[in-house]
């Protein structure tokens, strides 16, 4: 039996009524669980299990919507990782914009789904008209093209992905599509930083390569792709009989916010026939800023990038971003499904997005950029970026005098890499006992084989002085 819950919002006006209740009940409860600027209440994995063990999933019988929300006021809310605070600076995780978080709200109740225009009529034309717009902002030329997506990591493997189905009909001869992988595929050979992103690996197995085909380029001492190890690196593997058939450059490396030369990797891209993709899942933020956009190099020397909104630009997960110079570099994403997306469709001027996906059901994120750009304006967007940066350069500033500490490098968008001039157990337990014991989160990773912590400064909201008293905080900790 139904219990009296409202199953839908429909425009039956008891209905709107109870949808209103609801999110105004929800909405209150949010707001009351927000009480002090900790990024965690500290529980440990065990506390946090010991309170869901005797939920049960799916009772007999339902409990109604207030009951279940006086559930999630008692355990779930008082322990999110509160992605606003300004103790909260572990990793490439935003807070949302709050016009975002009314995005979502707007986009869930309509629930769109973007993979045919019949699910999604007028979603599609603004995720259309969001990709062409973006195209221009990141500067891609008059053919470029684009389709949201889950995150960079999606973004990255589209962009393998093409780079390899496209060499292969281009300089084998050979459809992946039809064919399968051919005989010479263990040769296949990606180039990209030594500290990449990891879903280069994992996308060269997804794709049928392995992780031995990705050849991982040593960095110098900022950070970036040594350039002549990695025309060393194509040659030799020429010499070998390999087939080199994309590079991948990091604008904004997840650690460092180190960004390649494009320029340089450019020139070697079209001496060599290679795809050119940029993994500017960090660094794309910096395209809006008007200090430090040059940073990002010249994007349009690249066939195809990975964009994340849910990293700089303080959009919900999930939204990403992938775009390609030349639209008909998608054409291996095609298939025609009878009951989806038929080709006459298309010749009728009904968009179906499906034809550039990984995805079929896919979400309406595109209305999150299309609310916050407008929201925000270039000027907010830029002043939200700069600050970021900036506060970045002024704790390098900071621990860079300060004997106390070592700096991995100086930053380059809005990460800082440090360490306490100690043992690797007790910069380990300094993120611990931040976390459990101080409401501060901050991430941890290794450099030249030391444990080290990490600063990600995606918080507009975090200052100077909020910095101050964190490295306050630490060295109290260490004494
Ligand atoms: C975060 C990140 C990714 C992965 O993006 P997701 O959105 O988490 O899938 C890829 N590359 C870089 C450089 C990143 O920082």
């Excluded at 006021?73 to 300004?86: M, R």
């Excluded at 940029?278 to 020397?301: E, M, T």
């Amino acid at each position: 039996m139904l219990n009296n819950n409202p199953l839908l919002l429909t425009s039956d006006k008891e209905n709107l009524e109870a949808f209103k209740k609801e999110i105004e009940q929800t909405l209150n409860s949010i707001c009351k669980s927000l009480t002090n600027n900790k990024a965690y209440e500290g529980l440990s994995p065990e506390e946090l299990q010991k309170n869901l063990k005797n939920i049960t999933l799916l009772p007999n019988e339902g409990l109604g919507f207030e009951k279940v929300l006086e559930k999630v006021n008692e355990i779930i809310l008082p322990n999110f990782l509160k992605t606003s605070s300004s103790s909260y600076m572990a990793h490439l995780h935003s807070p949302a914009l709050i016009e975002s978080i009314a995005a979502e709200l707007i986009l869930s109740t309509f629930n769109q789904s973007m993979d045919s225009w019949d699910q999604s009529p007028i979603a599609t034309e603004v995720e259309v008209e969001v990709v062409n717009q973006l195209c221009k902002l990141f500067n891609l030329g008059n053919n470029s093209d684009g389709i949201f997506t889950s995150g960079g990591s999606q973004s990255n493997l589209s962009g393998i992905f093409l780079a390899r189905d496209i060499f292969c009909q281009k300089k084998l001869n050979w459809d992946i599509k039809i064919e399968g992988l051919p005989e010479n595929y263990t040769k296949f050979r990606i180039y990209t930083s030594e500290i990449s992103h990891f879903s280069m690996e994992k996308s060269a197995h997804l794709l049928g390569l392995g992780y031995k085909a990705v050849r991982k380029v040593p960095i110098d001492s900022t950070g970036i792709m040594d350039i002549d190890i990695l025309e060393e690196m194509i040659e030799s593997d020429l010499s070998n009989d390999c087939l080199p058939f994309c590079i991948v450059a990091t604008l904004g490396t997840t650690d460092y916010g180190s960004i390649d030369n494009l320029k340089k990797i450019s020139k070697l891209c079209k001496k060599y026939g290679i795809w050119l993709h940029a993994d500017a899942a960090y660094g794309s933020g910096l395209i809006v800023s008007s200090k430090y956009k040059d940073r990002l190099g010249d994007i349009s020397l690249c066939d195809s990038i990975t964009v994340d909104f849910h990293k700089m630009f303080l959009l919900p997960i999930s939204c990403g971003l992938f775009l390609v110079k030349d639209s008909k570099t998608f054409e291996p994403f095609s298939f025609h499904a009878d009951y989806l997306n038929r080709e006459e469709d298309e010749e009728e001027g009904y968009v179906n997005l499906v034809g550039k996906s990984l995805q079929t059901t896919r979400r309406f994120d595109a209305l999150k950029v299309w609310m916050a750009f407008q929201v925000r304006g270039k000027d907010g967007y830029s002043n939200i970026i700069d600050t970021c940066v900036e506060n970045a350069q002024y704790l390098y500033n900071k621990l860079i005098v300060d004997d106390y500490f070592e700096v991995a490098m100086k930053p380059e968008i809005s990460s800082l890499v440090f360490r306490l001039n100690n043992t690797d157990e007790v910069n380990k337990k300094v993120r611990k006992q931040l976390l459990h014991k101080e409401g501060i989160v901050i991430g941890q990773t290794v450099f030249n084989n030391k444990t080290f912590l990490k600063f990600t400064l995606l918080n507009p909201l975090i200052t100077h002085s909020s910095l101050d008293s964190i490295i306050d905080v630490i060295k109290n900790i260490d004494k």
